[in-house]
T-cell receptor, first 116, second 109 residues
Framework: EPEVTQTPSHQVTQMGQEVILRCVPI?????FYWYRQILGQKVEFLVS????????KSEIFDDQFSVERPDGSNFTLKIRSTKLEDSAMYFC??????????????FGAGSRLTVL | GQHIDQPTEMTATEGAIVQINCTYQ??????LFWYQQHAGEAPTFLSY??LDGLEEKGRFSSFLSRSKGYSYLLLKELQMKDSASYLC??????????WGAGTKLIIKP
């Protein structure tokens, strides 16, 4: 079964450092997402991406965050200057369609970010 | 504001049936999803409801009442591996998924 792959599975970084989280969505999917989940809390939407541009972003996704699709397969989330409160599990997801209908998201296994 | 409410935690016995409720208030409605999430893992898709009624898929069923802003996930013949968090998520008028905090289901032998 096709899957979304994320790397690294766990990253530990110092506050203020830049971090790049990588994702390879399912190959025929056109819509890509980043979510985060702070330990013990709910899943929070960060950003959605379609046709090489951001389609929606949440209040969490401020200027410290950026996304990129540098080639035909990778989808990256960059945090420019990490803060302690950025410590969370970051999930990448992709879907075949974005709008109406059963827009089923397939999630990657997640990248756990720990900021010290 | 938009919100989704689910019980924080439920306990059930192996072999039994459990119903996990979800109520929602969102700006528009384009479908309701249930996801299962084992501790430390990614959410995995269980079901999707957009019309009122019951959708059955093996041991799992999901019900929706749009007029009441209400859904439930019914799990039958519970197995120990069903111990997980169950997340209710609603797609709003902007096609964004609004997530509930999840219900942690504990299965006892």
């Amino acid at each position: 079964e096709p899957e979304v792959t994320q790397t690294p599975s766990h990253q530990v970084t110092q506050m203020g450092q830049e971090v790049i989280l990588r994702c390879v969505p399912i190959s025929n999917h056109l819509y890509f997402y980043w979510y985060r989940q702070i330990l013990g809390q709910k899943v929070e939407f960060l950003v959605s991406f379609y046709n090489n541009e951001i389609s929606e972003k949440s209040e969490i996704f401020d200027d410290q965050f950026s996304v990129e699709r540098p080639d035909g397969s990778n989808f990256t989330l960059k945090i420019r200057s990490t803060k302690l409160e950025d410590s969370a599990m970051y999930f990448c997801a992709s879907s075949e369609r974005g709008g109406s209908g059963a827009n089923v998201l397939t999630f990657g296994a997640g990248s756990r970010l720990t900021v010290l | 504001g938009q919100h989704i409410d689910q019980p924080t935690e439920m306990t059930a016995t192996e072999g039994a049936i459990v119903q996990i409720n979800c109520t929602y208030q969102t700006s528009g409605f384009n479908g309701l999803f249930w996801y299962q999430q084992h501790a430390g893992e990614a959410p995995t898709f269980l079901s999707y409801n957009v019309l009122d009624g019951l959708e059955e898929k093996g041991r799992f069923s999901s019900f929706l009442s749009r007029s009441k802003g209400y859904s439930y996930l019914l799990l039958k013949e519970l197995q120990m591996k069903d111990s997980a968090s169950y997340l209710c998520a609603v797609m709003d008028s902007n096609y964004q998924l609004i997530w509930g905090a999840g219900t942690k289901l504990i299965i006892k032998p």
